[in-house]
């Protein structure tokens, strides 16, 4: 059952009260980026109709946002997600060579998932590390002069977080 | 050496704090705000020349008196940190190592144009940035300059954060608008502008990070003494982030008399082209500005040494010129394939589409079909002329910049490269593995007599 913890509903509140009266519908995006940390790295159905509840707007009103923009998540995702930047100046120094590594070494293509659901890999459009390129975003975080050396180190952290 | 105006301090040890930050000279500007009348703050800016340091380079003076004061209606001002143009990353830099220097000039800007709830409009992707900035935003409150009855002056200002979640039509400020208000990113149709009815239907300002951080300065030396600085309509400094095949890439920050050629072969900047390779091309301020030639880069097609400045970027129009743009400087070096970089900025284009508009979302998805037909050795000559119809019939045609921001990288890219497509048609395998090389894009550029 998808229901945010009384401490949840608090920081839920606070975020509301940033705007004007009546304005709760701003509070949204945020809203989506706490309920899929949440919830699974992810936004289900049910997970986007209980956030519409918190904030007295109908389910449509959150599927057309969690539609729109990047970075939610519609199915569920790898414990680790790996967003390869290959917009152009990354291109430039190398992005679509660690994409192709990273491909074979998880052994998955672009927008899958490995089998023991640790690993998502995705391209993502140009992240603003365009000076430290090629580089990727692993959660909040970005990873970047990546080489295939550190992408080997990266993985083996991963894995041995489990 | 020049004047740093904004990142002077930003290597100093600990600046992310308002302890440190304050003994170094901040929050001053805050004080002397405070004693002037907001519209005299709006003078100082329209002295000093300020342009929007976002990418369309408007007057910041001149949009800050345009904002509309309605009795009894709130009146907002938004801070456009979305940074996701292709090759821009000072805004990034700006936040990440002074923090501070952003929170100052939003107080000071508030201040002067009556916005009790400021928003800073933070792209989704920059996450750990939100907390860098709450936490200099808690600072400077638990310090009294923000909060109620600021510093005793009567006035109430609260900054707060608000992400997006991965759209860069969301720069655009009234698509940044409706995102603000909990919709999806489709821009509004101009007019109304947003400073009579933006955010919530009330007057807003929407400006960017290095746009806002550059008031504090301006407060601080006086909007004159800020003109004096630059050459022109360039006045101040200006945050420049260079990428690609330098040996120094990064975010510098700029005196707008110094040349192009200075600035990407000088070490006190780029450094020059890595791995000795040659100079081929350059995108000056970000994805959606021309690309151009070396030889057009360095010199205007009058022969004259090209500055980095809004003037002399633009000099020759888009036939053999560019922008400054949002200052996102992207480096080709000779072993780059223009098809190729030109795609990907297609793909980005199509990926970024709001869908409104029907030649954006249909133009952009055809030009990176038809972009990587060519790549892949299986375009035809047509479709060379194909692309140039396709982008003429974008731009100017759609609601928002993003169209023309679609159009015009492919136009710059047939306009200056044509033989390099050409050469892709003609030779389908072999462009497979091969580059088309330097060719004569750095050969002295004619100038007639």
Request: proline residues 5%.
């Amino acid at each position: 059952m998808v229901k945010f913890s009384e401490d949840k509903l608090k920081e839920v509140q606070s975020m509301i009260d940033r705007y004007p009266e009546g304005k709760q519908k701003s509070a949204l995006i945020p809203l989506l980026h706490l309920a899929q940390e949440e919830f699974g790295g992810w936004l289900s159905a049910e997970t986007m109709d209980y956030v519409g509840s918190l904030l007295g707007i109908e389910p449509i009103e959150v599927y057309e946002v969690a539609t729109f923009y990047s970075m939610y998540n519609l199915k569920p995702v790898g414990k680790h997600v790996f967003e390869v930047c290959h917009t152009g100046p990354c291109m430039l120094k190398g992005s679509d060579d660690i994409i192709g590594y990273i491909k074979t070494k998880l052994g998955i293509k672009v927008g899958e998932t490995t089998a023991d659901g640790l690993f998502t890999l995705k391209t993502v459009e140009c992240l603003g590390a365009c000076g430290y390129a090629p580089m990727m975003q692993m959660g909040i975080d970005y990873r970047e002069h990546l080489t295939e050396a550190k992408v080997d180190e990266i993985i083996a952290a991963c894995r041995n977080k489990q | 050496m020049a004047t740093k105006l904004l990142l002077a301090k930003a290597h100093v040890e600990g600046i992310r704090h308002f302890e440190v930050y304050r003994r170094e000279g901040g929050y001053a500007a805050v004080e002397k705000a405070l004693k002037m009348e907001p519209g005299a703050i709006v003078e100082e800016v329209k002295k000093s020349g300020l342009r929007g340091r976002g990418g369309a380079g408007f007057p910041s003076g001149m949009k800050w008196s345009f904002l509309a004061k309605p009795e009894g209606v709130p009146r907002y001002l938004v801070c456009n940190a979305d940074e996701s143009e292709p090759g821009t990353f000072k805004d990034r830099y700006l936040m990440e190592f002074i923090p501070h220097l952003l929170i100052e000039g939003l107080i000071v800007s508030s201040f002067a144009l009556g916005s009790n709830r400021t928003y800073i409009y933070i792209r989704g992707e920059y996450a750990w940035i939100v907390g860098i900035l709450e936490q200099a935003i808690a600072e400077a409150k638990q310090n009294g300059f923000l909060g109620k009855n600021i510093l005793g002056s009567g006035f109430d200002c609260e900054i707060y954060v608000q992400r997006g979640a991965g759209a860069y039509i969301c720069g655009e400020e009234t698509a940044l608008i409706e995102s603000l208000e909990g919709k999806r990113g489709n821009p509004r149709i101009k007019p109304p502008f947003p400073a009579i009815k933006g955010l919530w239907d009330c007057p807003t300002v929407v400006n960017n990070v290095e746009t806002l951080a550059a008031v504090v300065p301006i407060i601080n030396i006086g909007g004159e003494e800020y003109a004096k600085i630059g050459v022109g309509r360039s006045t101040g400094t200006k945050l420049i982030s260079a990428c690609g095949n330098i040996n120094k890439p990064g975010v510098y920050e700029i005196d707008m008399t110094i040349s192009v050629e200075e600035f990407i072969y000088s070490d006190e900047y780029c450094g020059g082209i890595a791995n000795g390779k040659k100079l081929k091309a350059c995108i000056p301020g970000g994805s959606s500005v021309p690309i151009l030639p070396a030889n057009l880069l360095l010199t205007t097609a009058k022969g004259e040494p090209r500055l980095m400045n809004y003037e002399s970027l633009s000099d020759g129009g888009f036939a053999t010129g560019s922008m400054m743009g949002s200052g996102g400087f992207i480096v080709l070096d000779e072993d780059q394939c223009i098809v190729k970089h030109t795609l990907t900025l297609a793909r980005f284009y199509r990926h970024e589409s709001c869908g409104q508009c029907s030649p954006c979302r249909e133009g952009t998805g055809w030009m990176e079909k038809i972009l990587g037909k060519i790549e892949n050795g299986k375009g035809a000559i047509s479709d060379i002329d194909l692309l140039w119809d396709i982008q003429r019939k974008i731009e100017g045609n759609t609601i928002c910049p993003l169209g023309d921001a679609a159009a015009w990288p492919v136009a710059a890219a047939i306009r200056h490269f044509r033989d390099e497509f050409e050469w892709h048609v003609n030779n389908p395998e072999l462009c497979q593995t091969q580059n088309f090389g330097l060719a004569h894009y750095a050969d002295p550029i004619h100038v007639p007599a």
